[in-house]
Structures are given as C-alpha cells and as structure tokens.
C-alpha cells in the first residue's frame, strides 16, 4: 500500500496518507464547506461515523456519499456543493 494517496477535491489536487478517509483529506486540504442544505446554509461532518449525513458530496460521481465513510482512492474525484 502506497504511503501517500492523491486525490482530486474541486479540481484542485489533495495528497493524504494512505487509510484516509476522504471527509478527514477535505478537512486537510482546508475544505470546510461540504454541501448546502436546503435552507442554504453551509454543512459539513459532525459525528464522523455516518450517522448525521452531514458529510455528503460526490465521490466519482456518485452523489450523496458519506465521506466519513470512505477511504481515499489514488485519482478519485471530490466535489463539494
């Protein structure tokens, strides 16, 4: 397993030790708005277990995944909303 795992967040690249979850390389990366509710307000992660939902964004273009959730993958893309 590689020691470091880069990915792309917005477009911008991110390298993270490996084993990092991709709501923890956000956080590194200095990304601290993940989505906007519907109310529009700024959201980002709050139990870091998946269990608040509050950390979702598209991974690989899968909509609505829970960052806290998954580990970084070489070249996966991120978009915050």
């Known amino acids: 397993m ?3 795992v880069n990915i ?3 477009g911008q690249p991110v390298s993270v030790p490996s084993g990092t979850t991709v709501a ?3 956080l590194i990366g200095g990304v601290t708005h993940f989505r906007t509710s ?3 307000e700024p959201r980002s992660p ?3 277990m998946g269990t608040c939902f509050e950390c979702r964004l598209t991974i690989d273009g899968l909509p609505h995944s829970r960052s ?3 580990q970084c993958a070489e070249a996966m893309e991120v ?3």
Do not use: E, Y
């Open 2 to 4: 590689p020691d470091m």
């Open 8 to 10: 792309v967040v917005n």
């Open 24 to 26: 923890v390389a956000l």
């Open 38 to 40: 519907v109310a529009g």
């Open 46 to 48: 709050v139990c870091g």
């Open 68 to 70: 806290c959730q998954i």
């Open 79 to 81: 978009v915050t909303s």
